[in-house]
């Protein structure tokens, strides 16, 4: 959302026609602390609220954080670290069987299939680059 990137408006704009966006309520959070731990620009505060607006916000519920638990204890046993809230979203999106969109080289570490040998499934794109809906 910081950085100006057309492609990603042009992705958002295909898979909202193609499937709706959804994120995590976890992302939400990190995108409302972002807002207020830095005095963002009005400029920014609008586009993080319109983008807001226009995504269903997925529940973080039990079920989620079952899978958040599994997750996490595999990534322990492999040495496989995370953030907790990195790890929250990566588990959201396994969990959902949804596609992360991320440019974050930091979920790679669970991507499937470079890591087919995981018990979980974590599917990942980056629209920031390559035109690939």
């Keep these: 959302m910081k950085r100006h ?13 193609k499937h709706g966006i959804g994120i995590s ?3 939400q959070g990190e ?7 830095k005095d963002a620009p009005n400029e920014l505060v609008e586009l ?3 983008f807001l607006i226009r995504v269903e ?13 599994q997750v996490r ?3 322990t046993k492999k040495g496989i670290v995370f953030s907790a809230l990195d790890l929250m979203i990566a588990a959201h999106a396994i969990h959902l069987r949804a596609t992360l969109v991320t440019n974050d080289q930091t ?3 669970l991507a499937f299939p470079m890591l087919n040998h995981t018990p979980f499934e974590l599917r990942i794109q980056d629209w920031t680059k390559a035109d690939i809906l």
Excluded: M, S
């Excluded at 990137?5 to 026609?17: D, E, F, G, I, M």
């Excluded at 916000?57 to 638990?69: K, S």
């Design 57 to 69: 916000v997925l529940p973080w519920d039990t079920h989620v954080a079952d899978t958040y638990g």
């Design 73 to 75: 204890a595999w990534c």
């Design 5 to 17: 990137y057309p492609q990603v408006r042009t992705h958002l704009a295909r898979a909202a026609k």
């Design 48 to 50: 993080i609220r319109g």
């Design 31 to 37: 995108l409302i602390y972002g807002l207020h731990r």
């Design 25 to 27: 309520a976890v992302t």
């Design 107 to 109: 979920f790679h570490r």
